[in-house]
């Protein structure tokens, strides 16, 4: 079934072509609120924010970001961190849905962008099942942000033809809870940039998991942490030492970790083992 749109304020709601729903009622927006600097927000993005009479937000939405939005919105907190959920998905798509029954702009704010481990597609098909009309906005993802604070590029012509985003949570843990190296080597193996999210608290399993898919030990990589916030911080090194050391307790969470060769640049003497520090406070 093809879905058509025209080039409108409002090209991307379009009624839900589901017979168990009228599409009537308000509209969902599933906004990426990109790294956490509210002046990173796109246009479209705050323009919706500042018509939202109810916004649900993630945990990684700093208190600064929340100040932009207008104080008539109602605010409530959804997030997980650490496996602390405080409302559970099934739940979350309820709330949704209900919101769109008493509110016309229901706003679902996401840290970086919502189709990046955002669970957006579960929330797109909860809300077109229940016939609400529904929008993702997107938004600077963790991996550009971290690319573009420590001034390089995730592909370059001659070093980077490709680059890979994955998650070291979820999806490769397996039932039991415990990691799941496979998924990262077969990740790495298949481009020469890679970029990790949700990984810092098994940096130095995944710097192991990148040499044993056949990256050199000498290899670059990058933790960043909070890029565009306050309280910054980035840590550039050996894959060697970062599987020998993963993060230090200064390092804040959660991190992004990065390693490519478009990183090469950042170490003198790329290869030889060294490594800078920086931060912002």
Same mark, same amino acid.
């Given at each position: 079934m093809a879905l058509l749109g025209t080039l409108t304020e409002n090209r991307h709601i379009r009624p839900v072509p589901d017979?168990?729903?009228? @599409?009537?009622?308000?509209?969902?927006?599933?906004l990426g609120a990109g790294p956490g600097d509210p002046s990173l927000?796109?246009?479209?993005?705050?323009?919706?924010?500042?018509?939202? +009479?109810?916004?649900?937000?993630?945990?990684?939405?700093?208190?600064?970001?929340? %100040?932009?939005?207008? +104080?008539?919105?109602?605010?409530?907190?959804?997030?997980?961190?650490?496996?602390?959920?405080?409302? @559970?998905?099934? +739940?979350?798509?309820?709330?949704?849905?209900?919101?769109?029954?008493?509110?016309?702009?229901?706003?679902?704010?996401?840290?970086g962008d919502p189709t990046f481990f955002g669970r957006v597609g579960e929330e797109v098909q909860a809300l077109q099942e229940a016939g609400v009309a529904v929008q993702i906005i997107p938004g600077v993802t963790a991996a550009s942000a971290a690319a573009s604070l420590l001034g390089v590029s995730l592909t370059e012509r001659g070093l980077s033809s490709s680059c890979v985003f994955i998650t070291a949570h979820g999806s490769t843990i397996d039932g039991s809870g415990r990691w799941n190296r496979a998924e990262v080597i077969r990740a790495s193996q298949g481009a020469d940039t890679i970029a990790i999210y949700?990984?810092?608290?098994?940096?130095?399993?995944?710097?192991?998991?990148?040499?044993?898919?056949?990256?050199? +030990?000498?290899?670059?990589?990058?933790?960043? %942490?909070?890029?565009?916030? %306050?309280?910054e911080s980035w840590r550039v090194l050996s894959l060697r030492e970062l599987a020998m050391k993963g993060i230090e307790e200064s390092i804040t969470?959660?991190?992004?970790?990065?390693?490519?060769?478009?990183? @090469?640049?950042?170490i003198p003497h790329y290869a030889e083992e060294c490594c800078e520090e920086g931060s912002v406070a």
């Open positions: 017979s168990r729903g009228s @599409g009537s009622g308000g509209s969902v927006f599933l927000l796109t246009i479209r993005g705050a323009k919706i924010l500042a018509r939202s +009479e109810i916004v649900f937000y993630d945990a990684l939405i700093p208190p600064s970001f929340l %100040a932009v939005i207008p +104080e008539s919105a109602r605010l409530i907190p959804v997030g997980r961190r650490k496996g602390h959920v405080l409302l @559970g998905q099934s +739940e979350l798509h309820r709330r949704l849905v209900r919101a769109s029954r008493s509110y016309r702009t229901v706003v679902r704010l996401k840290g949700m990984g810092a608290t098994i940096a130095s399993k995944v710097g192991e998991a990148l040499i044993e898919s056949g990256r050199s +030990e000498r290899d670059p990589a990058a933790i960043v %942490a909070k890029a565009f916030m %306050a309280g969470r959660p991190a992004l970790l990065l390693s490519g060769p478009t990183l @090469g640049r950042l």
